[in-house]
């Protein structure tokens, strides 16, 4: 598996030619998006990226780990400031580095589609291939991203509710080189966040609440909602939120909005 270049990156993607305003890349890091939680409190510009060929104490949604060895993946996260975007909104962000995911897999020629609200499932088989971890400090997001890249290795264990992992590679992807592979991330996730900040963070005036509706395999599939402290919810994924909550219909007509949750897909609705 290829280096990742950062010097390429930058000369890419670091104004004025491209969209963010710093990009380092390290070699190992315990947590990319515990780095740049530190540098957000003390000061570090909007549009900060950080990458990291290794990290050896990734974190993913409600305080799990994930698995991050060198080489192999895709480990990146950034920074964001969105002056103007009310509070309840920000939840969007991690549905917005969905969408980029979703489209920089279309890139390289493989089949994705989202399950909400921050996994990307890659291949007929809808394996788990990318996972995002947003996270609020201060007036900034850390939103960080797992994606992996390099075929898996026997014995990596199912993701919490049963989905089996894959990667690019697994998945038959056009385009392997890392280098290429964070650049067509970060300028779609780029786009698609300068769209939504313009916007106030509505993403209804954007089209990007539409395009996730569209790439979103949890709407219109009947679900098992697994809640912190309640018992699970069953029903069928009805519609989005405009502050990006889930809305799960139960057998009794009822909506419930669910902003946090692990959720499995049970079958097509």
Same mark, same amino acid.
């Given at each position: 598996?290829?280096?990742?270049?950062?010097?390429?990156?930058?000369?890419?993607?670091?104004?004025?030619?491209?969209?963010?305003?710093?990009?380092?890349?390290?070699?190992?890091?315990?947590?990319?998006?515990?780095?740049?939680?530190?540098?957000?409190?003390?000061?570090?510009?909007?549009?900060?990226?950080?990458?990291?060929?290794?990290?050896?104490?990734?974190?993913?949604?409600?305080?799990?780990?994930?698995?991050?060895?060198?080489?192999?993946?895709?480990?990146?996260?950034?920074? %964001? *400031?969105?002056?103007?975007?009310?509070?309840?909104?920000?939840?969007?962000?991690?549905?917005?580095?969905?969408?980029?995911?979703?489209?920089?897999?279309?890139?390289?020629?493989?089949?994705?589609?989202?399950?909400?609200?921050?996994?990307?499932?890659?291949?007929?088989?809808?394996?788990?291939?990318?996972?995002?971890?947003?996270?609020?400090?201060?007036?900034?997001?850390?939103?960080?991203?797992?994606?992996?890249?390099?075929?898996?290795?026997?014995?990596?264990?199912?993701?919490?509710?049963?989905?089996?992992?894959?990667?690019?590679?697994?998945?038959?992807?056009?385009?392997?080189? *890392?280098?290429?592979?964070?650049?067509?991330? %970060?300028?779609?996730?780029?786009?698609?966040?300068?769209?939504? *900040?313009?916007?106030?963070?509505?993403?209804?005036?954007?089209?990007?609440?539409?395009?996730?509706?569209?790439?979103?395999?949890?709407?219109?599939?009947?679900?098992?909602?697994?809640?912190?402290?309640?018992?699970?919810?069953?029903?069928?994924?009805?519609? %989005?939120?405009?502050?990006?909550? %889930?809305?799960? *219909?139960?057998?009794?007509?009822?909506?419930?909005?669910?902003?946090?949750?692990?959720?499995?897909?049970?079958?097509?609705?």
């Amino acid at each position: 598996m290829s280096e990742i270049d950062a010097a390429a990156l930058r000369e890419r993607l670091v104004a004025p030619a491209g969209p963010y305003d710093a990009l380092e890349v390290v070699a190992s890091t315990a947590s990319t998006n515990a780095d740049l939680t530190a540098a957000a409190t003390a000061g570090a510009a909007d549009r900060t990226v950080l990458v990291a060929d290794e990290q050896t104490a990734g974190r993913g949604r409600r305080g799990r780990g994930w698995v991050s060895p060198p080489g192999s993946g895709l480990y990146v996260s950034v920074l %964001l *400031r969105p002056a103007g975007v009310p509070a309840d909104r920000l939840s969007w962000l991690t549905l917005l580095a969905g969408i980029a995911l979703a489209r920089l897999a279309d890139s390289v020629g493989v089949e994705a589609v989202l399950k909400w609200p921050n996994d990307l499932l890659l291949g007929p088989g809808r394996g788990k291939g990318a996972g995002v971890l947003a996270e609020v400090v201060g007036d900034a997001v850390v939103l960080g991203t797992g994606l992996n890249v390099a075929p898996l290795p026997d014995g990596v264990q199912p993701a919490p509710g049963g989905l089996l992992p894959t990667s690019l590679a697994d998945a038959g992807a056009t385009v392997l080189d *890392r280098t290429e592979l964070a650049a067509r991330l %970060l300028l779609e996730l780029a786009d698609v966040e300068r769209a939504w *900040r313009d916007a106030g963070g509505d993403p209804h005036v954007t089209g990007l609440h539409e395009e996730y509706l569209t790439r979103c395999a949890t709407i219109g599939s009947r679900v098992r909602v697994e809640l912190t402290g309640r018992p699970p919810l069953v029903g069928t994924g009805a519609h %989005l939120g405009i502050d990006g909550t %889930l809305v799960v *219909r139960t057998d009794d007509g009822a909506h419930h909005p669910v902003s946090a949750g692990d959720v499995v897909h049970v079958r097509s609705a």
